[in-house]
Structures are given as C-alpha cells and as structure tokens.
C-alpha cells in the first residue's frame, strides 16, 4: 500500500488511548470518537479522523456498507495452545469430584498431554497452533502469547517452540513464544532441583542462541516447583537475558511475591493470593494477570481482580487457553463474565484485553488505536460499544484487520 488508505465510517472507534496503565479506569475516560474513520499506511495507523472530512483529503478510501463499532485487536497475553490430544477423560473426572491437581500427582494431567504431544510431530504441533490461533483471530485476537511446556526434555520443548515460530511467520498470525520447560518436572528425573539445573545448562542458552523466545514461565506450586527453587531458576534464566512470567498463586500463595520481587513482567493466575500479596503486586511493575477461563474450567471462584485494581495494580485478562484447566479459549467471553462477576468498568474490561495485556508481554506498539502503534483493529456490527460487552461474548467481530491488512 503506498499512500495511506482511509477505512470507515465507523459509528464510534474506541481508541483506548491515553488511559491510565495502573488502577481503576472509569467510562468516561474512555475516548469514543463518533462517526470516525481509521488512516492506515503498511502495517501501522496514521491517525483516527472524522470520515467525512478524511474522504475530502484521502483518495485511497475503504468505504464499508452498515453500522460498525471499532476496537483495538484483543491481546491474549496467556495461553498454551501447543499441545496434541484432548483431557476431555480428566474434565469428566473433575465434574465427578476429583481435584487437577490430585490427577496430576497421580501420573495424568498435564504428563498426559506430555506424552500426546512428544509422540506429535513439527507437522502436526503447527497445525494444531494454526487451526487454534486462527479461530482465535476470526473472534478478534490479534496477538496471541503461546507457551511451550509440554515436551519437558530438549528435543521436544525446542520442538514446540520452532512448532509457534512457523506458524507465526507462515500465517498472518502474531504468536510470542514463551519457554514453559519447567512446567512440572518429568518422570525422567528424579529431583526437582536436577531437572532446573539442566534446563539452565542444556535448553535455556539453545532457546537463546536460536532465537526461539526471550520470555521464562516457571509454575510455582505444590505438586511443581516451589517458591526457593523457582527463585533460583528465574534469577539464572534473568542472567541469561529472559524475560520472567510466572504461573503464580493458582492454588497456593507464594508465586505472586516472587514475580514481584524479581522484577518479572507478569504474575498470571492469582486465585489463592492473599490481601497481603494482591497490595505488593499491585505496589510492583509487575502485570497480574488473570485467567477467568481456569476458574471456569476448573469450577472455581475467579481471582480478585476488583482488589487489584482498587490497590492500584495494573489487570490483564488471558484464556489460559490449554487441554487441562481452560479448554474454552474464548477470550471476550471470559473477559465479558468476569467483569461482570467482579464489578469491572467496562473501560477496564477492555484494558484487560488490550493496552494492559500488552504491558504484560512488554509490547508498545499495540493494544490502543494511536498514531505509530500497529494496524491491528476489529470491527463489531453494532452503533454502540456498550453492546459488545453487554453480549458477554456472544457479539463476535465481523472483521478484524492484523498488521493493516483485512483478515479473510
Ligand atoms: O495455567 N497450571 C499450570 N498450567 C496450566 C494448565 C496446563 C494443563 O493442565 O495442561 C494452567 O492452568
Ligand atoms: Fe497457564
């Protein structure tokens, strides 16, 4: 495209500009430009004009038939899309009673899809990562953060990530790859503490070197690793020049802290944190994300991402998207239900899923509808924002555009 095109009219563009990073967001903070249309020039935004006056300057119109309403692409900033097979065996059984992580520590859980996806090839792991980040995409995800963490030894954690890598570049599909290698440990080791030191040694400077993700996850937990072991694998994988995310306080407190303390950009679950741990992340620089969709798959209360905010932390919202705790994956829907269970603004809502999840994976160029930031916008067929969220997740996008261009 070489000269900026003008795309509209949309009865409103919720821009999501200029709003705070951390703490509560009222509406009315919200910028809703009325009647407006988006200049788009390659893969970025120009500026947010009004249509009329924008068809009196630009040649290069996109002109849409109907009533449109648009938003910046959603970040997922959370999931673990990568895997082979299915735990629909484990779900029955966790509607019968049993607990995740009783079926964890019985040898099933996550070492099931472990074992599915070792036996998977490159082939089959990126189809798989395509067909779920392109249903992701038609529903309005225009980044999608993707976890490995089902392989547990060398080949097959390198496997899952060059599996993301492909299909990132294949595809219009903007994947950020995270090493998850210390998941839980596998059977193949006998100690915890054997099991990090190899990943630091042998995986971690080969994920490096190739270029296959700048961001460590660890799962600090009972039945994982706990809180001094996972202290000493994210100060080394620092050292090595990773980013840090933590599976943090999912069903025990201790995570949350820690991701605070060492400076990582995310501590995502957060159901079992205390009032003492939501006040220090909240003081911290450190995201905390939430993951409504493993309360939901798991029957479980959400996190309380109400307090997080009123102590003055900065809330995302991701799936969690994976085969064991959150099969669903429907991000708006979830963000859309929790809102609504937590008392969030709408306005906050919509941070949680854009500008604040961007935050989490250090991304600036995203996430609000601003001059410089990446063409990534949907469109919803509808005269008022409210209505999307009010659909709890039912009101899907009609079009998304990624990187400036019309997602077919
Ligand atoms: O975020 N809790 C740890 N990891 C995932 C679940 C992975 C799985 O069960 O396959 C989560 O819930
Ligand atoms: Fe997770």
Same mark, same amino acid.
């Given at each position: 495209?070489?000269? !900026? ?5 949309f ?33 970025? @935004? ?21 009533? %449109? ?32 992580? /009783? ?6 859980? @996550? ?14 792991? /990126? ?16 980044? =999608? ?24 570049? /294949? %595809? ?13 440990? !596998? ?45 000493? %694998? ?18 025990s407190?201790?995570?949350s ?11 995502d679950?957060? &159901?079992?944190?205390t009032?003492?741990? =939501? ?16 309360? $939901?798959?798991l ?14 932390g900065?809330?995302?919202i991701?799936?969690?998207?994976? !085969?064991?705790?959150? !099969? $669903? ?19 906050e809502?919509?941070?949680? =899923? ?15 509808? $601003? ?6 916008? =949907?469109?919803? /067929? ?12 039912? $009101? ?11 997602v &077919?």
């Amino acid at each position: 495209m070489h000269t !900026p095109q003008l795309t509209g009219p949309f009865k409103q563009v919720v821009t999501l500009a200029n709003l705070p990073t951390k703490g509560p967001i009222t509406d009315d903070q919200l910028q809703v430009v009325p009647n407006a249309g988006i200049v788009l020039h390659g893969d970025r @935004i120009v500026e947010i004009v009004d249509f009329e006056e924008g068809t009196k300057k630009r040649k290069n119109v996109f002109e849409m038939e109907g009533d %449109y309403v648009a938003f910046p692409g959603l970040i997922d900033c959370h999931t673990h899309i990568c895997f082979a097979g299915s735990r629909a065996k484990d779900y029955q059984l966790k509607v019968g009673g049993a607990g995740y992580q /009783e079926i964890l520590k019985g040898g099933g859980g @996550i070492h099931d899809t472990v074992q599915k996806t070792r036996a998977a090839t490159l082939a089959e792991l /990126e189809r798989l990562v395509a067909g779920r980040a392109t249903r992701h995409i038609t529903e309005g995800v225009t980044t =999608i953060e993707v976890k490995s963490g089902y392989g547990l030894n060398l080949a097959d954690e390198l496997k899952m990530l060059e599996a993301i890598s492909r299909t990132s570049k /294949e %595809y219009l599909l903007d994947l950020i790859p995270t090493c998850l290698a210390a998941h839980v440990k !596998p059977g193949e080791f006998d100690q915890a503490d054997e099991y990090l030191d190899f990943l630091v040694n042998n995986l971690l400077p080969q994920v490096k070197q190739e270029g296959l993700s700048n961001r460590v996850d660890i799962f600090v937990e009972d039945g994982a690793f706990d809180v001094a072991l996972s202290r000493k %694998y994210l100060t080394q994988a620092k050292e090595l020049g990773f980013h840090l995310t933590v599976h943090a306080d999912q069903f025990s407190s201790g995570g949350s802290k820690l991701a605070a303390d060492i400076g990582a950009l995310s501590a995502d679950h957060l &159901e079992a944190s205390t009032d003492t741990d =939501i006040k220090h992340l909240a003081g911290s620089n450190t995201v905390g994300v939430v993951l409504p969709g493993a309360s $939901m798959g798991l029957g479980l209360p959400f996190a309380s991402a109400r307090k997080l905010l009123d102590y003055g932390g900065c809330l995302a919202i991701a799936t969690d998207w994976n !085969p064991g705790s959150a !099969p $669903m994956g429907d991000l708006l829907m979830q963000a859309a239900v929790l809102g609504a269970s937590q008392k969030l603004s709408m306005a906050e809502t919509w941070a949680g =899923i854009t500008f604040r999840a961007a935050k989490a994976l250090d991304l600036d160029d995203r996430g609000s509808l $601003m001059s410089g930031n990446l063409a990534d916008f =949907i469109a919803f /067929e509808t005269t008022d924002y409210r209505e999307v969220l009010y659909h709890q997740g039912k $009101m899907k996008p009609v079009a998304v555009w990624k990187n400036g261009r019309l997602v &077919e």
